[in-house]
């Protein structure tokens, strides 16, 4: 069975530029989370999704960022435009419905220059 | 504001001794806690939870504690192999909805 898939692996881009994360999550998995660590730092949760909707989206640093969830499958982070203050490796985790314990991709890593 | 708080950056140990690895947290609204271990470009693995209404759970050669008057809990490799060493991260939250608050990590080195 796949695990949880992120491209880019690592992705490197000028302040005020935009980029999209992708996270593809276990198959069957209603279940989506986006955290974030950036250097230094604790990883910190960014939002949940539960199929197509935003469950919690309370850790989104601002309106930057723009998650969504396409049909319930695969996930995108959008940040627009990004600051150097975005840097980090943003992991994407899944997990099935009613139990289970969480999955994490290796993330990806953004660096903004 | 840190919620969860693992002060040890780092911790080395010898190979087939034990390892423990420290947690605190200050949210008493905390119920569930988990211990993931990470390799590095790789993200974050489950390795073991406990629920609140627990002190103790067992899995193996690994062992959470949970003291909840003191706000703490310990994981326990025990015995600790080399194929142990990674950052090892205790992460927290309210009920099991998996909006964890994740503590800086530790990184254990197992030597041979």
């Known amino acids: 069975e796949a695990g949880v898939t992120q491209f880019p692996s690592h992705s490197v881009i000028e302040k005020g530029q935009t980029v999209t994360l992708r996270c593809d999550p276990i198959?069957?998995?209603?279940?989506l989370y986006w955290y974030r660590r950036v250097m230094g730092k604790e990883i910190k949760f960014l939002l949940h999704f539960v199929k197509e909707s935003k469950q919690d989206e309370s850790g989104m640093p601002n309106n930057r960022f723009l998650a969504e969830r396409t049909g319930g499958t695969y996930s995108t982070l959008k940040v627009q435009p990004a600051e150097l203050e975005d840097s980090g490796v943003y992991f994407c985790?899944?997990?099935?419905?009613?139990?289970?314990?969480?999955?994490f991709g290796e993330g990806s890593r953004l660096t903004v220059l | 504001d840190q919620q969860v708080k693992q002060n040890s950056p780092s911790l080395s140990v010898q190979e087939g001794r034990i390892s423990i690895l420290n947690c605190d947290y200050t949210n008493s609204m905390f119920d569930y806690f988990l211990w993931y271990k990470k390799y590095p470009a790789e993200g974050p693995t489950f390795l073991i939870s406990i629920s609140s209404i627990k002190d103790k759970n067992e899995d193996g050669r690994f062992t959470v504690f949970l003291n909840k008057s003191a706000k703490h809990l310990s994981l326990h490799i025990v015995p600790s192999q080399p194929g142990d060493s990674a950052v090892y991260f205790c992460a927290a939250s309210t009920g099991s909805n998996y909006k964890l608050t994740f503590g800086k990590g530790t990184l254990l080195t197992v030597n041979p």
């Open positions: 198959s069957g998995h209603d279940n």
């Open positions: 985790a899944s997990r099935p419905r009613i139990t289970g314990e969480l999955f």
